[in-house]
């Protein structure tokens, strides 16, 4: 019995066929994939330390630069009224953003250590279980976000009067559907640097954050739509940097993880781990809310 299962969860790889995912730095087909990856233990220390630094302070910037944009847009196009529904909606946001890095940052450092052992295999796994979790835990606050009770719980909670409550709420809603969006574009946009590409992992975010831009200008200042255009425009932006972000991992060639839709299969000792390297996160976030 002990036999048949060490048999399944170590099956024999195929090194000639890329979609298998060959040991790190043992594929004959692409030598080069690992090459990004396997500098990280061999180039020049603070060299690394400015090339992933910079673009990773960047990128936090830019995650906390879509609520400003939200401020800016409704307040020019509602006044007090719409600068206080993106402020109320603020500290939400903030807790969104912590439980993408809980589940991201988590993955993300599964993912490393499995890289550095040479297990490309298990560091995929990590990253489908990653998004799968992103996925199950967005589907819970979409579906939380359709009880009144509980939007309304959450404004009470941001101090909401009874003047911006209902733009706030409208605002919050449609971000709340969004938060898969946030959740993947963030969390997995890790996986990006851990690959050994600091620059295209900022680039992804900086794709979102132009793109809501554009549509808050679109949507708040020329045809009116208020906090439901804003809220729209956040979440297209971020579905941008979504979309960024996978088609890095699903169709980027020569890369040291791929994503794979048979390693999203949950495997719960994955998740508990990814929760557990994560949990520093969220709270290290959220504190000042």
């Known amino acids: 019995m002990a036999a048949s299962s060490a048999t399944k969860t170590k099956l024999p790889l195929d090194l000639n066929e890329e979609s298998t995912g060959a040991p790190l730095g043992k594929d004959p087909k692409n030598p080069g994939r690992d090459s990004k990856v396997s500098r990280m233990g061999t180039a020049s220390i603070p060299r690394l330390i400015t090339e992933f630094a910079i673009p990773a302070i960047l990128g936090m910037v830019v995650n906390g630069a879509y609520n400003v944009v939200d401020s800016i847009f409704l307040g020019q196009a509602m006044g007090e009224i ?26 993300n450092a599964l993912a490393a250590l499995r890289l550095g052992e040479g297990r490309r295999v298990d560091a995929e796994i990590s990253l ?11 589907a819970i606050v979409g579906i939380a976000a359709l009880n009144p009770a509980v939007l309304d719980g959450l404004l ?12 706030a709420r409208a605002f919050l809603q449609i971000i709340c559907f969004g938060f898969i969006f946030q959740c993947i574009g963030m969390g997995v946009n890790n996986f990006i640097r851990t690959a050994g590409a600091p620059n295209r ?21 020329r045809l009116g739509w208020g906090v ?14 979504c979309a960024a972000v996978l088609w890095y ?24 781990t990814i929760l557990s390297l994560g949990f520093a996160s969220p709270c290290r976030q959220a504190w000042p809310w």
Do not use: C, W
């Open 249 to 272: 991992f699903v169709f980027t060639r020569n890369v040291p993880l791929k994503l794979h839709f048979r390693y999203m299969a949950p495997h719960l000792r994955v998740i508990g």
């Open 128 to 138: 489908g279980n990653t998004v799968l979790l992103s996925v199950v835990v967005s």
């Open 228 to 241: 439901e255009g804003s809220a729209l425009a956040t979440i297209i932006g971020q579905a941008a940097s």
């Open 156 to 167: 009470t909670l941001s101090s909401a009067t009874d003047d911006v409550r209902p733009y």
């Open 201 to 221: 992992a900022l680039v992804t975010m900086l794709i979102g954050l132009v793109v809501s831009t554009a549509l808050n200008y679109l949507f708040v200042l």
């Open 82 to 107: 719409g600068l206080s529904a993106a402020t109320v909606a603020n500290p939400i946001m903030i807790v969104f953003m912590a439980i993408s890095m809980l589940i991201g940052n988590g993955g």
